[in-house]
């Protein structure tokens, strides 16, 4: 969130991060694919959660023929992109770069993106918006229905000094997106 939205109480020199977390009522059992950048993360994440899903390697090239299908939301207040992946094609990256462009002009300063993870292709998908600058942000458990991928893209520094965290995992999980950030810089 912008720092504007602190003003009042003046708690918060810049924008502030924060760790989310949310409970899917009712499982569903499904195939997860994941990106090999991000697989010994994620294996971890899945591994400390009562979930049922069947981990498989997401290392299917980009469809030929696919189109991209994709939805995205602007939060001008907020300066925040959302875009969701339905379906990618090899014009995905190019979809997602043309979106960014256009809210990057608009005042955009925070990027999401949210990838299906039972798609064969995550890991192809994942690689090209690495390419673009995206890092890994979370797996969103449901998100579509089946799990997904978020990858966030952030043109300014982040005050990473500011963020509190109390157990070690994230701290660890910190770590990893700051690395992340700076490998695909």
């Known amino acids: 969130m912008p720092a504007v939205a602190y003003a009042e109480e003046r708690s918060a020199p810049g924008r502030v991060s924060a760790v989310v977390g949310y409970f899917s009522g009712i499982d569903k059992p499904h195939d997860v694919c994941l990106p090999p950048v991000y697989e010994e993360l994620m294996t971890e994440i899945y591994g400390r959660q009562n979930r049922k899903r069947a981990l498989r390697e997401g290392i299917a ?8 299908c994709l939805a995205h939301t602007y939060i001008a207040g907020a300066g925040v992109l959302r875009v969701s992946v339905f379906e990618a094609g090899r014009d995905a990256a190019e979809q997602v770069s043309a979106l960014v462009r256009t809210y990057e002009e608009a005042g955009a300063e925070v990027f999401q993106v949210f990838l299906p993870l039972d798609k064969a292709y995550s890991g192809a998908l994942t690689e090209a918006l690495n390419g673009q600058g995206f890092f ?5 458990h449901r998100w579509f229905d089946a799990d997904g991928l978020l990858l966030q893209k952030l043109p300014r520094p ?3 000094d500011g ?4 157990s070690d995992f994230a701290q660890r999980l910190l770590a990893f997106i700051i690395e992340d950030r700076r490998r695909v810089t």
């Open 61 to 68: 090239p980009l469809p030929e023929g696919g189109h991209t």
């Open 136 to 140: 890994f942000g979370a797996v969103m």
């Open 158 to 160: 982040t005050d990473y």
């Open 163 to 166: 963020i509190h965290l109390y």
